[in-house]
């Protein structure tokens, strides 16, 4: 396929609004594109490129070349240009870079150029989110959505289906399964502004569990052999020996566990969590790590038991196979209530249960629907989770540079909230809560992530995920939601989560009526 296909394919995603109308298009570039081509397109119409990060920056695209009059780039062109690109390292990277950028660019027309440079800088905005991809995918193949959405859960990769189930049909989609040793997109929860609400919501029988300030993990143990996956699907095994042989004592011999890993003291209250994310993150010397700072699993699910696929199996179920395998004590602890019943009593235990999770020193709470299938890599409407104040987990879009004390560091984040269309709506800026040491890491990340800088503001893509606690909305008609947060102060960054897996616009204004008016942003 010709890139300039691909280009002009992502202009006419951007200029439709209507969900029907995005998805027309994607299939028909897909079907186009067939299984050789489409993992590449798909990769590069999301924003995410194949190779990960390149060494490509704003600095490298701003120099303009002349473009190609034209077009003769194909998709595989532009992918092995890239490739090559991410494999430059050493003395003289950088000019070798700029040599092979200026090479690439002087091959292609100016819609390319356009689209080359957006995908290399993170701006690509025409809404092709895999969602709609998936859709798309689906329709392009003759294959039930449903069927691609739950294969694409499995496989944990849109590119990697879209290439089978063009190459090989519908028929395909059947091979996908649970598979020990290979993770699956972990199950979201939603926010909710109470226990109670979230137990309305719900609207059925469903467990309260204790929300952990630690890290998403899955396990995965087959016979002696023993991986851990994070919530991004990178295996951290060689970080965590405790784990591992903890694990290896469980019955049975093989199972998928998802829960989380927690530091606790000597009382078995939480520490701090970059104590437990510091532990997780380290690479060398891993058995003095453990020792200084040990990890304690928790788990609350099970997808896996022997050679019994438990995913569709409702939560009650699965809980009950969870309890026959993992020991209280490495269980999360949780109670059940029925609004069905009783709805007052229901909505009164949930939130003393909450209150009893503060004082434990943990997060909040988790609301789960015991009738719910295990819906891998989807937020839906069966788990809620609940914390005392609001926190949001929102995409750093820009940052100002600092003055006074702070000169020479990026300081007063630009934050936003996810669009439908994969864009982002700022809600507001903050300074607040930023310790030396984060400045000056912050500084540095950003600027690795930097589109353009005026001297004074710092665009950067849309990558890195911090969580805001604020106390509450108030209204303005300076920000492109309509509201902005008050009182918006850093808790921490979320490397551990994509900007896919940010807040949205939508789950901003379920939080409740905004306050007055704000002033200029």
């Not at 190609?68 to 490739?83: C, G, H, M, P």
């Not at 998928?256 to 994310?277: H, K, W």
Request: contains cysteine; proline residues 6%.
């Amino acid at each position: 396929m010709l890139f300039a296909r691909l280009a002009q394919a992502s202009r006419e995603v951007a200029a439709v609004s209507a969900r029907s109308g995005k998805v027309a298009l994607l299939a028909e570039l897909f079907a186009q594109a067939g299984p050789a081509d489409v993992p590449v397109v798909i990769g590069h119409l999301s924003g995410r490129l194949p190779q990960g990060r390149i060494g490509v920056g704003w600095s490298l695209l701003r120099h303009p070349v002349e473009p190609a009059v034209t077009a003769s780039l194909t998709v595989r062109d532009v992918d092995a240009a890239l490739t090559s690109l991410a494999g430059v390292s050493g003395p003289g990277a950088r000019a070798a870079r700029a040599r092979q950028v200026t090479a690439l660019f002087a091959a292609a027309t100016a819609p390319e150029q356009d689209f080359l440079r957006a995908v290399l800088t993170g701006e690509v905005r025409q809404g092709a989110l895999d969602a709609l991809a998936g859709e798309a995918l689906a329709r392009a193949a003759g294959a039930p959505a449903a069927e691609v959405r739950r294969a694409v859960m499995l496989a944990g990769s849109l590119p990697e289906v879209a290439r089978v189930l063009l190459a090989e049909g519908p028929a395909a989609l059947a091979s996908y399964r649970v598979a020990v040793g290979r993770p699956v997109r972990p199950m979201l929860a939603a926010s909710a502004p109470s226990a109670g609400e979230a137990v309305d919501r719900v609207a059925g029988p469903c467990a309260v569990e204790e929300k952990l300030d630690g890290i998403r993990i899955q396990v995965h143990r087959d016979g002696g052999r023993v991986r851990v996956f994070t919530r991004t699907l990178d295996e951290i095994t060689p970080r965590l020996p405790e784990l591992v042989a903890r694990v290896r004592e469980l019955p049975g011999e093989r199972c998928v566990l998802d829960g989380e890993l927690i530091a606790l003291d000597e009382a078995g209250r939480p520490r701090a969590f970059q104590e437990t994310a510091g532990r997780v993150g380290a690479r060398s010397d891993v058995a003095s790590a453990a020792r200084s700072v040990p990890l304690t699993p928790v788990f609350f699910d099970v997808l896996v038991v022997d050679d019994r696929d438990l995913l569709d199996l409702p939560l009650e179920r699965r809980h009950a196979e969870l309890a026959r395998l993992v020991p209280a004590e490495a269980r999360v602890r949780r109670t059940v209530v029925d609004p069905g019943a009783d709805a007052g009593a229901a909505r009164d235990a949930a939130e003393a249960f909450f209150a009893a999770a503060l004082a434990r020193g943990h997060e909040g709470v988790v609301v789960k629907s015991l009738a719910a299938p295990y819906s891998a890599g989807r937020r839906g409407a069966s788990w809620w989770k609940v914390k005392p104040v609001h926190t949001l987990d929102l995409v750093v879009l820009a940052a100002e540079w600092g003055h006074g004390r702070r000169t020479g560091t990026l300081s007063n984040l630009h934050l936003g909230a996810r669009r439908p269309d994969g864009s982002f709506a700022m809600l507001g800026k903050t300074f607040k809560g930023l310790t030396d040491a984060v400045l000056a890491w912050q500084t540095e990340r950003l600027r690795g992530l930097a589109v353009s800088d005026d001297g004074h503001l710092v665009r950067v893509r849309p990558e890195l995920v911090v969580e805001i606690a604020f106390d509450g909305l108030q209204r303005s008609t300076r920000y492109p939601a309509g509201v902005t947060l008050r009182f918006a102060r850093v808790v921490r960054y979320r490397e551990d989560k994509t900007a896919r897996e940010a807040d949205t616009v939508e789950a901003v204004l379920a939080l409740g009526a905004p306050h007055g008016t704000a002033g200029s942003p």
